[in-house]
């Protein structure tokens, strides 16, 4: 292979992509802020005269530079200066994967949702609002209470939303959300959450990944479950069905999250997509016969996708969160998780640790679920306790 592909933004993402790169012999430059992030440490382009770009991935000159040495550009962010990505997708030899389009769309959660429910996807009501009390009654009169009030942009971890159950928090929202262009999601009493890898081939073909369970404390992925645990299939083949729907209805290459709802009569709605590798795909690492990532440099350069099935009967991924500033939690969770059988530790490389900070994940695999119980309840036991 001797291309090379420019990704922006260097976090845990990239790094798990750079790392599956390294397996292909495809060289990778990453743009991001610092000589030494976590993507950057894990390869150094080979090509000569390349290396790592340090700035900001929402800086249309660095990504300019970026674009000047490589074949595709990606992202592993989808908050990226996207208006230079669509001068560049006819520039770059290989293009822009996914294209700016998506991740136009998907970069504003209102457009996205709109995008979604004018194509005919399961999305629960939605309206814009302004940050204002006025407008949160009214938005609170159409939807009902309790409510959830998004940011439309820049969001994660549940950083971006609040949830309005009484008017009289109407301030508060308005102040925790500072300022934020907003829109208000009705509530959906889900029973589960769930969330499907989808993958798309420059041709548009669409494969998806198992079903699989996520589980959020504090608006975190906390644990993933593989497969979904469901005494009714045609639940799974539903939610694949409506996550790949949803990801053909957007252009580009590459593999998309699609995080989804699961309502106790069996309806699925969509939440949101990630037009990226996602959190709900570090499991494909140790558990799928292809990973997230690798399937994603294999769309993105036209290479034929490989099977996304799993290939042990049950997994569990759990994040391991920053408890403070501090290092060593952390690395006496992870040395704990090493004498666990089937346990892989993934440790990111970040050079500061804060409390609810993503610092790295444990993948569990094993024969029958009883033994993932087996295998998951020390891990749980010894988590650092971020998440109560
Ligand atoms: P991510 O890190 O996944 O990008 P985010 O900041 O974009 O997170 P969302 O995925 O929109 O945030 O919401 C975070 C969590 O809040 C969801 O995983 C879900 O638990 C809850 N949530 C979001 N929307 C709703 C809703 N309409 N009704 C009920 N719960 C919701
Ligand atoms: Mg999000
Ligand atoms: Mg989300």
Redesign the pocket.
């Known amino acids: 292979m001797d291309k090379v592909v420019g990704i922006l933004g260097g976090g845990q993402l990239g790094r798990m992509l750079a790392a599956s790169a390294s397996l292909l012999n495809i060289d990778v430059v990453v743009l991001d802020f610092g000589e030494n992030g976590p993507a950057k440490q894990v390869v150094a382009p080979r090509s000569p005269g390349l290396s790592h770009i340090d700035g900001s991935f929402a800086d249309p000159e660095k990504i300019l530079e970026l674009s000047s040495k490589v074949d595709v550009l990606t992202v592993e962010i989808e908050h990226v200066e996207v208006s230079v990505l669509e001068e560049l997708e006819t520039k770059v030899p290989l293009g822009v994967h996914p294209s700016p389009f998506t991740i136009k769309v998907i970069q504003d ?1 209102y457009v996205q949702k709109l995008h979604l429910r004018d194509a005919g996807c399961p999305v ?1 009501d939605f309206i814009q609002t302004e940050s204002t009390v006025e407008s949160l009654r009214t938005v609170a009169e159409q939807l009902g209470l309790p409510l ?1 009030l ?1 940011s439309r942009t820049l ?7 609040f949830v309005l159950n009484d008017l009289s928090q109407a301030e508060e929202a308005i102040a925790a959300l500072g300022g934020r262009t907003l829109y208000a ?6 029973v589960k ?1 769930i969330a499907v890898m989808v993958v798309r081939s420059r041709s548009g073909e669409v494969v998806s990944y198992p079903v699989v369970e ?1 589980v ?1 404390k504090q ?3 906390h644990l993933v479950f593989a497969p979904l645990r469901s005494r009714d299939p045609s639940i799974a083949a539903r939610a694949r069905t409506v996550a790949e729907n949803a990801v053909k209805t957007l252009k580009g290459a590459g593999v998309f999250g699609v ?1 989804m ?1 699961l309502m106790a009569d069996g309806t699925v709605y969509l ?2 997509i ?1 037009p990226r590798p996602h ?1 709900s795909g570090h499991y494909t690492i140790e558990a799928c016969e292809t990973s997230q990532y690798e399937n994603h440099l294999r769309a993105i350069l036209d290479l034929p996708l490989g099977s996304t099935a799993l290939k042990v009967p049950s997994a569990c991924m759990l994040n391991i969160l920053g408890a403070s500033s501090s290092f060593s939690e952390i690395t006496s969770f992870a040395n704990f998780a090493l004498t666990i059988p089937g346990a892989r530790v993934h440790l990111y490389g970040k050079s500061e640790s804060r409390k609810g900070r993503k610092m790295g994940h444990v993948t569990v695999v094993a024969d029958s679920d009883a033994q993932l119980s087996l295998r998951l309840r020390p891990l749980l036991t010894n988590l650092p306790g971020v998440h109560d």
């Open positions: 959660k629960s959830m998004k969001a994660y971890d549940g950083r971006g939303n999601e009705k509530w959906v009493p889900f959450e996520t959020h608006n975190i992925c995080e709802f939440n949101e990630a959190n």
